[in-house]
């Protein structure tokens, strides 16, 4: 289990510019951005145990933020 937070800007270095351009520029990518980081927050407190939940919970999480990285990248990509 990991305890390092997945941030966007560690995973794309390369894309942070393109990131903030489409936050601000398309709506729809701001929403993915602002669920994807409030999904890998509660990920992150899960696995370090400052808010504890039960391993389905836990999978269910970790699946949503790994759908929203790949749409996040899809549109980067694109």
Known sequence: MS???HELADEFPDL?????ALKVEDSRF???LDE????????HRA?????????THMEDM??????L???????LSA
Not at 36 to 42: L, S, T
């Open 47 to 55: 696995e370090t145990k400052i808010e504890p939940t039960d391993d």
């Open 3 to 5: 305890n390092t937070p």
């Open 62 to 67: 970790r699946k949503r933020r790994m759908v």
């Open 30 to 32: 701001a929403k993915l």
């Open 16 to 20: 942070v510019d393109k990131m903030h």
């Open 69 to 75: 990285k790949d749409e996040i990248y899809g549109m």
């Open 36 to 43: 994807y980081h409030e999904v890998n927050r509660a990920v």
